[in-house]
């Protein structure tokens, strides 16, 4: 079973600046990954997929790069509401199901 | 916009089992596989499994030896149990939808979230 590991555990950075959140695979997993925000008493939002596409609505500051085990979610122009934890995932079809990583919580300076 | 909506028992005693439902508005069962994540108190996502409108299941397989998930369709909902509970099950547990019809596991929509604590 694939193991995803995030890093740093907790990221603070002050607002306008980027912040750039890693999460990498225990093997390769090409480019099957998808990252979550989660707000503080809130389900996860779904921020992108294929390693790299944005979901429907979520703004272009938000950006996802890599594939095989090393990924990077980049998030440019930081806002205070985007004061969350992050969580990568990666996804199988078969067999089917998902393995999340422990999240990389942002803070606000 | 499909809108997830999640009810069952909050709080239960070691050995019970935990129930939970999923009704779906605006938007069909169909073409959908359908899963319960779950999260305990301050923790990570774990993925629990799902069911689509034909009633075929895929589970964790850390779990599989305690889940049944089924789907009613004339109710356009589906359900989770999860049989001898421990505190271990203690979560905040999530139903969701994948994002894309026919497509890889990973969730756009999301049921609010029900807390389910197990304690005696």
């Known amino acids: 079973e694939k193991v995803m590991t995030q890093s740093p555990a907790t990221l603070s950075v002050s607002p306008g600046e980027r912040a750039i959140l890693s999460c990498r695979a225990s093997q390769s997993i090409s480019n099957n990954l998808a990252w979550y925000q989660q707000k503080p008493g809130q389900a996860p939002r779904l921020l992108i997929y294929g390693a790299s596409t944005r979901a429907t609505g979520i703004p272009a500051r938000f950006s996802g790069s890599g594939s095989g085990t090393e990924f990077t979610l980049t998030i440019s122009g930081l806002q205070s509401e985007d004061l969350a934890v992050y969580y990568c995932?990666?996804?199988?079809?078969?067999?089917?199901?998902?393995?999340f990583g422990p999240g990389t919580k942002l803070e606000i300076k | 916009q499909v809108q997830l909506q999640q009810w069952g028992a909050g709080l239960l005693k070691p050995s019970e089992t935990l129930s939970l439902t999923c009704v779906v508005y605006n938007g069909s069962l169909s073409d959908y596989y359908w899963s319960w994540i779950r999260q305990p108190p301050g923790k990570g996502l774990e993925w629990i499994g799902e069911?689509?409108?034909?009633?075929?299941?895929n589970y964790n397989r850390s779990l599989k030896s305690r889940l049944t998930m089924s789907v009613d369709t004339s109710k356009n909902q589906f359900s989770l149990k999860l049989s001898s509970v421990t505190a271990a099950d203690t979560a905040v547990y999530y139903c969701?939808?994948?994002?894309?019809?026919?497509?890889?596991?990973?969730?756009?929509?999301w049921g609010q979230g029900a807390l389910v604590t197990v304690s005696s």
């Open positions: 995932q990666h996804y199988n079809n078969w067999p089917a199901g998902g393995t």
């Open positions: 969701a939808r994948r994002y894309i019809r026919f497509g890889d596991p990973f969730w756009g929509y």
């Open positions: 069911v689509n409108h034909r009633g075929s299941t």
